[in-house]
């Protein structure tokens, strides 16, 4: 567990809180019930519902344990009260164009937990978020890769 700040944006902390209220609020007595059902199945030694279902209930009660304890750390950023908008920081959605090939890629910079790169977040801890952090619209970010270095212009700050 993590004792430090934790940022993130209201839609990721939202989206915690909405998680942590369903496994606590539906999963976790689904889970009892299987439990309560799968003893009723007899010698618990050869039981294998019941362990799929203990099994089951050690990895609920281990998510609501991280997920209360991000919470409890979270540092919420409001990128809709920023006034420099200039400047890429978390939580801005950039367009950067790859100087190598010549394609786009469009991406919000948000915390750890809520990166999903299919829809568009990338962690702020990534090379590539790491790299235009502080740049202004048309800098070059350059990024060590296994390949070599690559270069991304900065060609779109939004503050969405």
Not at 98 to 112: A, C, P, R, S
Not at 128 to 154: F, H, L, Q, W
């Amino acid at each position: 567990m993590t004792s430090k700040n934790v940022p993130m944006t209201k839609e990721g902390a939202q989206a915690l809180r909405d998680e942590l209220r369903q496994l606590i609020d539906v999963e976790r007595p689904k889970i009892a019930q299987a439990i309560s059902d799968a003893r009723e199945l007899g010698d618990l030694k050869e039981n294998a519902e019941y362990h799929a279902a203990k099994d089951q209930q050690g990895h609920i009660e281990a998510r609501i344990s991280f997920i209360q304890n991000q919470i409890q750390h979270a540092q919420i950023i409001d990128i809709t009260s920023f006034t420099n908008h200039d400047k890429v920081l978390f939580g801005s959605t950039i367009t950067l164009l790859n100087l190598d090939n010549d394609q786009i890629m469009k991406i919000q910079l948000v915390g750890e937990h809520e990166a999903d790169i299919k829809s568009g977040k990338m962690s702020i801890t990534a090379p590539i978020a790491r790299a235009c952090i502080g740049k202004e619209m048309g800098d070059v970010a350059e990024v060590e890769t296994p390949n070599g270095m690559a270069e991304y212009s900065i060609e779109k700050i939004e503050y969405i």
